[in-house]
């Protein structure tokens, strides 16, 4: 036996040994993969055709599909990704990749089982001019009952948020970057997240009525991270915050913001302007 005829036999055992391990551990390995390389698995064989549907991390990263225009075969995907009557042709003639990012996204979201998901991670920057992207599929996310959620967009016009994310009882690390001019104004009604111990935003202008929603509704929070943020507050105050940091150019002379945290064990305050 040559070392070419070695090589394939130790390939293909080596393939049958993988596909032989239980679906728990499978999904657990898919789960390290970009969803779209995830999903593609399912091209192997039978063992594998569902497989990506179990596995408990989503990531969609609108990148991946802009430097893989060209090498994406739609036919690969729609056979075990239907979207039914409203499927419409996302390729166009300018290469734009952000249509058939988005008939990914709702094609995933469509045939997932609905098992509980451990996190979810978004990236939207586009390279050319502002494209509004739903966030109505966040409303999706939430009955999943995810620990994580992390969203970064990049040049969004208008961000419409789905109010159900702050009340998501399961979430524990929450991250919200939208980098846009002008700045997001974070609105929800109301606020309820009974777990959360980590939050991230950037690019948000946050108001005194947002920060008690906040902290009323975050009973447990530790880290708070504002990024960029236009701070429209008087006063931030918790019992339990144990890390505050704020990176901001949006303080002014007039303006004083008293903190009131008396457990925080790290404090980190930064801005690019008078503060």
């Known amino acids: 036996m040559d070392n070419s005829s070695r090589l394939c036999v130790q390939m293909n055992g080596g393939i049958y040994r993988i596909s032989g391990l239980p679906d728990p551990i499978l999904t657990h390995i898919l789960s390290f993969l970009p969803t779209k390389e995830a999903v593609h698995t399912c091209l192997l064989s039978k063992r594998w055709k569902n497989m990506w549907a179990s596995v408990p991390v989503l990531n969609f990263v609108l990148k991946e599909f802009r430097d893989g225009y060209s090498d994406f075969k739609i036919e690969d995907y729609e056979t075990y990704i239907h979207r039914g009557n409203e499927f419409e042709n996302p390729y166009n003639e300018y290469h734009d990749p952000r249509p058939l990012f988005e008939w990914f996204l709702h094609g995933v979201l469509e045939n997932r089982e609905p098992l509980h998901l451990g996190s979810l991670q978004f990236r939207w920057a586009p390279d050319g001019g502002c494209r509004q992207v739903s966030m109505n599929w966040l409303d999706d ?26 009340s998501c009882t399961s979430l524990e690390n929450f991250e919200l970057v939208v980098n846009n001019v002008p700045k997001e104004l974070v609105s929800p009604k109301s606020i309820s997240l009974p777990s959360l111990k980590v939050l991230h935003l950037g690019g948000q202008v946050l108001t005194d009525d947002f920060m008690k929603l906040l902290f009323l509704g975050c009973l447990v929070l530790e880290e708070l991270e504002l990024d960029e943020c236009m701070l429209v507050v008087s006063d931030i105050s918790s019992n339990v915050l144990k890390k505050l940091v704020i990176n901001s150019f949006n303080f002014n002379y007039d303006d004083q913001i008293q903190i009131s945290c008396p457990g925080l064990l790290y404090v980190d305050v930064c801005s690019l302007g008078p503060t």
């Open 141 to 166: 996310i939430v009955l999943l009952m995810p620990r994580v959620i992390s969203v970064f967009i990049w040049k969004h016009p208008c961000l419409d948020f789905p109010d159900s994310v702050f």
